[in-house]
């Protein structure tokens, strides 16, 4: 029977471009409802050397996708002919993918990021549970469209450095930590250039709690009225 509903999820995936790459950022709990369940589920993935994939929504949906992308992989592996897949033709396979079974009534219930550098250029394309897709020099899926993506529009330029890029993805990771329930402060942090794919450890962004509204919101909600 089709899955209804999600039940342990992901929540925001955020991507960057830069000049000589690609960076794509999470968090790593998966969320049992409301009940932050598994804290050390790492949402993004390798596929190959300059291809990464980042997910948001029900994690086995995303671990069944994986195991669609190995099996690629493997393929390339038997071949033996120097060719392996390149970062659109990830993103171009997973579109068919999500949008065949979204045409079967049985959606995998995730928001996909596939980033990547090939040919010197970076890849940032985005794949949405009913297929819909595209791509851009900067995305993010859940929350982090409404909280993250206005900063990036802000601040992101295409030739950024690494060190630009990575302090505004710790900026936007550390504003979607402080507006979102279902995230917690453990994130893990991808990069793809022309040296290969690097996935970071799991690491904490240093926070700042004492802003009036949040020290006593019920006082301040009382006196906005």
């Given at each position: 029977?089709?899955?209804?509903?999600?039940?342990?999820?992901?929540?925001?995936?955020?991507?960057?471009?830069?000049?000589?790459?690609?960076?794509?950022?999470?968090?790593?709990?998966?969320?049992?409802?409301?009940?932050?369940?598994?804290?050390?589920?790492?949402?993004?993935?390798?596929?190959?050397?300059?291809?990464?994939?980042?997910?948001?929504?029900?994690?086995?949906?995303?671990?069944?996708?994986?195991?669609?992308?190995?099996?690629?992989?493997?393929?390339?592996?038997?071949?033996?002919?120097?060719?392996?897949?390149?970062?659109?033709?990830?993103?171009?396979?997973?579109?068919?993918?999500?949008?065949?079974?979204?045409?079967?009534?049985?959606?995998?219930?995730?928001?996909?990021?596939?980033?990547?550098?090939y040919a010197g250029q970076p890849f940032l394309g985005t794949v949405g549970m009913i297929g819909t897709n595209y791509?851009?020099?900067?995305?993010?899926?859940?929350?982090?469209?409404?909280?993250?993506?206005?900063?990036?529009?802000?601040?992101?330029?295409?030739?950024?450095?690494?060190?630009?890029?990575?302090?505004?993805?710790?900026?936007?990771?550390?504003?979607?930590?402080?507006?979102?329930?279902?995230?917690?402060?453990?994130?893990?942090?991808?990069?793809?250039?022309?040296?290969?794919?690097?996935?970071?450890?799991?690491?904490?962004?240093?926070?700042?709690?004492?802003?009036?509204?949040?020290?006593?919101?019920?006082?301040?909600?009382?006196?906005?009225?």
């Open positions: 029977m089709p899955c209804r509903y999600p039940y342990v999820t992901g929540t925001s995936m955020l991507g960057i471009t830069y000049k000589d790459g690609v960076l794509l950022a999470s968090d790593t709990l998966g969320a049992y409802g409301s009940t932050k369940r598994y804290k050390s589920f790492e949402r993004i993935r390798k596929v190959n050397d300059v291809c990464v994939l980042g997910a948001s929504g029900e994690l086995s949906d995303f671990q069944y996708i994986m195991r669609l992308l190995e099996e690629l992989s493997d393929d390339d592996f038997c071949m033996d002919d120097g060719h392996h897949l390149k970062p659109a033709e990830v993103h171009s396979y997973l579109c068919r993918v999500l949008y065949n079974r979204r045409n079967k009534f049985d959606p995998l219930w995730n928001s996909l990021v596939v980033g990547g550098f791509t851009d020099v900067h995305l993010a899926t859940g929350f982090g469209n409404h909280l993250a993506r206005p900063l990036m529009r802000e601040k992101h330029r295409p030739d950024m450095s690494e060190e630009e890029a990575t302090e505004l993805m710790r900026e936007c990771l550390k504003v979607c930590y402080y507006r979102d329930k279902n995230s917690i402060n453990k994130f893990q942090m991808a990069k793809v250039s022309a040296e290969g794919v690097t996935i970071s450890e799991p690491f904490a962004l240093e926070t700042d709690w004492k802003y009036k509204l949040f020290e006593n919101p019920a006082a301040n909600a009382a006196g906005a009225w």
